[in-house]
């Protein structure tokens, strides 16, 4: 007898566990089922469609039986940032869209269908491709373009890159990044421009006010340096010196509460949102830190760290003078919303302090010919390695309202690296349009 209840015990106890395990199945079942079937085969889920360029040049496609990309080797590359890849290894992809779009699943028979999924984007595959080019295979870096007057991005090209079909065993180191959205950078001078929209709105007449420069300045024993010795001047030739000195007191002068306030209004500590794809959050310092770390904070560097696109919707609000309309990447058919992220009159000043840098300091007739550039350098210095290069603006033509970020990882001088690689971008992005 004690035998027959120890066997009954077992067969009560494997019973429980088949009953159990059943259970987790249909629950994972239910749950999980379109995805497993849209996983295993993409015949079964009849997912597809193509991703297209604004003129209609096939970047990616796929449907049942078939996954293909453009016939291009520079154009996979160049715009692999923006496709992604069928193997989902970039984060920022749009393919996803495409192979993981709206679908039914069907519990009795396990299969899922879908109704294609066509993404048009605004995107120029030649700016990419003249993006990538002008950035160079064997550098890091990400540059941007967006039309201010409607959000429409342009251009979104990130280096380095994979080409999808070529199988190449060696990938470059952070191949995988999208440099654009989803890493963020010491800005250097080019936050200059935060701290001056700042300034404007809090300091009282802050553009009669004036600066000295000899290279060095202290404040609270902390020597803060300059790259050049600028002696008196104002706050117009001051950022179109570029001179730390000057922007560290103004910063001081505007007050840590003041700067974070700015900071986090223009987004730069946002998760943001490019058509459902998340990028990368900013930072600033927003502990107490005392004078010294809000100077160099003030002028770009401290802990201060930016996205790319963060900068791009900064300068594009700037160029339109006040107004962000939202940035997108996908066709819409009706106009993108708007907001006004800056006071119109801070926005106007700014416009024009960015064109008197360009008209000032960076030899326009010889390194932008044609171009009615408003712009602010970046040389963000970086201990122990080489600066992050940084030319952010825009153009202030009616026929291009393009506003554009270029910054090369690790390249040096702003003006004299980043800065040929914008040319190149807005020269060919002017004649394209």
């Not at 000295?212 to 104002?234: F, L, M, P, R, W």
């Not at 700037?318 to 926005?347: C, F, R, W």
Request: with cysteine; hydrophobic share 40%; proline share 5%.
């Amino acid at each position: 007898m004690k035998k027959i209840g120890r066997r009954a015990l077992m067969l009560f106890l494997i019973a429980v566990m088949i009953l159990g395990g059943t259970g987790v199945y249909i629950f994972r079942f239910i749950v999980n089922g379109p995805a497993w079937a849209a996983y295993f085969s993409r015949a079964n889920s009849g997912a597809g469609g193509e991703i297209t360029d604004r003129y209609g040049e096939i970047l990616a496609r796929c449907d049942a039986t078939s996954a293909v990309f453009s016939d291009d080797p520079e154009t996979r590359a160049a715009c692999y940032h923006v496709t992604g890849d069928y193997w989902d290894r970039t984060g920022t992809g749009l393919l996803r869209r495409v192979t993981g779009g709206p679908s039914s699943y069907d519990y009795v028979t396990g299969t899922t269908s879908s109704t294609p999924v066509n993404l048009p984007l605004n995107l120029d595959a030649e700016l990419n491709r003249v993006a990538l080019r002008a950035i160079g295979r064997d550098r890091k870096g990400a540059a941007m373009v967006m039309n201010y007057k409607t959000g429409e991005i342009l251009c979104m090209a990130s280096a380095p890159t994979v080409d999808p079909l070529d199988g190449q065993t060696i990938v470059p180191d952070g191949a995988f990044i999208n440099r654009c959205l989803a890493a963020t950078f010491t800005p250097g001078s080019s936050f200059k421009l935060v701290t001056a929209a700042a300034a404007i709105e809090t300091v009282p007449n802050i553009e009669s006010r004036s600066f000295y420069c000899e290279k060095e300045y202290d404040i609270a024993g902390v020597t803060i340096t300059c790259s050049g010795t600028h002696y008196t001047q104002n706050f117009r030739q001051a950022l179109a010196n570029s001179c730390n000195i000057a922007f560290a007191q103004i910063a001081v002068k505007v007050g840590q509460d003041e700067m974070i306030r700015h900071v986090e209004n223009y987004g730069f500590l946002d998760n943001l949102n490019l058509d459902g794809i998340t990028t990368s959050a900013g930072k600033y310092p927003l502990e107490f830190v005392g004078d010294p770390e809000l100077a160099w904070s003030g002028i770009g560097q401290s802990t201060d760290l930016v996205s790319p696109f963060a900068m791009l919707r900064f300068v594009a609000t700037i160029a339109n003078y006040g107004t962000l309309v939202t940035p997108h990447l996908i066709e819409q058919n009706e106009p993108a919303e708007s907001q006004q992220l800056m006071k119109a009159d801070t926005a106007s000043a700014l416009r024009e302090l960015m064109l008197n840098n360009v008209t000032a300091h960076y030899e326009p007739d010889r390194n932008f010919p044609g171009l009615a550039l408003g712009a602010k350098t970046g040389t963000a210095e970086l201990e122990g390695q080489t600066s992050h290069a940084w030319f952010v603006g825009f153009l202030d033509d009616p026929d291009h309202p393009y506003a554009f970020v270029v910054m090369i990882e690790n390249g040096g001088g702003g003006l004299s690296v980043a800065g040929p690689v914008a040319n190149q971008i807005l020269q060919s992005a002017v004649l394209r349009s």
